[in-house]
């Protein structure tokens, strides 16, 4: 059964405080990680999507990071407008466009 | 272009009532789905079309029925609503149905009393 673990729950920033989160997985045969960002009483929305280890990509503050275990969204110099819920969720190579999500971590950006 | 779009925003339901969630898209995706997103659980799928006239179930299926009988629209229908069924409902969509990425609509809040 693919199991998406996504950590720390919460994360409480200062502006300009760089951190990163963590997607760890188990997937017969990853197809594509996925990250989404999600704003309270919205639907997700994409960010990127990852298909092999040490694949890296970058959209403004934010880089996400691939190995065959975990993937990383690296958040550098966040703003106030970074706070929200950032999924992660994974696609199996057998399983169509279905999507494993992990629970998600809440970012608060305080200015 | 509006992407995705799901009807009603909230609704409140009684238990033992039926609905429909509305879901349509504009952009000639394939492939369309919807999950539930309870607090704790992340995001699970509860049923799939990968096109018009084919839908399957997904990981939560139970207590609800869907129908593809146009590429645009994908309804939810909740047959006799349980208080189990209160949650936020999304709608999603993608062009082809391997590997693709998926485009989620605004969601539906649904409360079951």
């Known amino acids: 059964e693919d199991q998406v673990t996504q950590s720390p729950e919460a994360l409480r920033l200062q502006e300009g405080e760089s951190s990163s989160l963590n997607c760890s997985y188990t997937?017969?045969?990853?197809?594509?990680l996925f990250w989404y960002r999600q704003d309270p009483g919205k639907g997700p929305e994409f960010l990127f999507t990852l298909y092999s280890a040490g694949e890296e990509k970058e959209k403004e503050r934010l880089k996400a990071t691939l190995t065959k275990k975990e993937s990383f969204l690296h958040i550098t110099a966040p703003k106030p407008e970074d706070s929200a819920t950032y999924l992660c969720?994974?696609?199996?190579?057998?399983?169509?466009?279905?999507?494993?999500f992990g629970g998600g971590t809440r970012v608060l950006v305080k200015p | 272009n509006a992407g995705v779009t799901q009807t009603p925003k909230f609704q409140v339901l009684k238990t033992g009532q039926s609905m429909t969630l509305q879901c349509a898209q504009d952009?000639?995706?394939?492939?369309m789905s919807w999950y539930r997103q309870d607090p704790g659980m992340g995001l699970r799928l509860i049923h799939y079309s990968v096109g018009a006239g084919i839908t399957d179930q997904g990981e939560v299926p139970n207590g609800y029925n869907v129908s593809r009988s146009t590429t645009e629209d994908f309804p939810l229908r909740l047959l006799s609503a349980a208080p189990s069924q209160t949650s936020v409902y999304f709608c999603?969509?993608?062009?082809?149905?391997?590997?693709?990425?998926?485009?989620f609509g605004e969601g539906s809040w649904l409360t079951v009393v």
């Open positions: 969720a994974v696609q199996a190579q057998a399983a169509g466009n279905k999507l494993t």
């Open positions: 997937v017969s045969g990853l197809r594509g």
């Open positions: 999603a969509s993608s062009y082809g149905a391997n590997g693709n990425t998926i485009y």
């Open positions: 952009m000639n995706h394939e492939y």
